[in-house]
């Protein structure tokens, strides 16, 4: 079935520091990706997303390209902020079953210390 | 509009208990999602509605669960007889019905189970 895999965390980095998340994903066909974030006691926002492959998301710094050949949607940031400190989820909708079902990976821990 | 909201945010109770969540959706949203998230966990799907129509339930959703969403607007989701290990933050969000949408979050509520 459809998946998301994320590379484990926590990630621990300076400020000011460039920051890489991966994310690869098994699905039947071509789906969007989106990334979430969950700020601490939050519930999940949409940071960014790309519907086609190619196609880079891009929103408050951060960056994402989706990567057909690789099946890897890897979130990217040049220089990270405290404020950045959060758990980050690589998400899909499954292609088939013709509805919005979110699959989550499980979430990459970023604390970022001045 | 005010984004997806959930009552209660904190839910602290009695093994054995019963409780019931309220989520109100986005109000151009028709469809609606609930996921359970454990610490260090992504969130898991338990079951989704198309307007008033639950179309899913995960093999999470025991015979304990029960989610409803009269007239297609607010949902509940009743646990009854609770267990430790119904401990979690329980999400709902929602979308509208394009394919491949984004979905939009509550902030969540825990639930502690003692």
């Known amino acids: 079935g459809d998946s998301v895999t994320q590379m484990e965390g926590p990630v621990t980095l300076s400020e000011e520091a460039f920051l890489t998340i991966n994310c690869t994903y098994t699905?039947?066909?071509?789906?969007?990706l989106f990334w979430y974030v969950q700020y601490p006691g939050e519930g999940l926002q949409l940071l960014l997303k790309?519907?086609?492959?190619?196609d880079k998301g891009s929103n408050k710094g951060f960056e994402a390209t989706y990567r057909k050949e690789t099946t890897s949607f890897h979130l990217e940031k040049g220089s990270v902020q405290v404020s950045d400190s959060a758990v980050y989820f690589c998400a899909l909708p499954p292609v088939s079953g013709g509805y919005n079902k979110l699959i989550f990976g499980a979430g990459t821990r970023l604390a970022v210390h001045p | 509009d005010t984004g997806v909201s959930q009552d209660p945010r904190h839910k602290i109770t009695k093994r054995g208990q019963n409780v019931t969540f309220r989520c109100d959706p986005i109000?151009?949203?028709?469809?609606l999602y609930w996921y359970r998230q454990t610490l260090g966990q992504g969130p898991e799907f338990l079951t989704y509605f198309q307007n008033e129509a639950q179309l899913e339930k995960s093999r999470l959703l025991s015979d304990r669960f029960s989610a409803e969403r009269p007239k297609g607007s607010f949902s509940t989701l009743e646990i009854q007889r609770t267990e430790q290990g119904d401990s979690a933050m329980y999400l709902c969000?929602?979308?509208?019905?394009?394919?491949?949408?984004?979905?939009?979050f509550g902030q969540g509520t825990r639930l502690t189970v003692v």
């Open positions: 699905a039947t066909g071509y789906p969007s």
């Open positions: 790309a519907t086609k492959a190619d």
């Open positions: 109000s151009e949203h028709n469809r």
């Open positions: 969000a929602s979308s509208t019905d394009r394919l491949s949408t984004e979905a939009f």
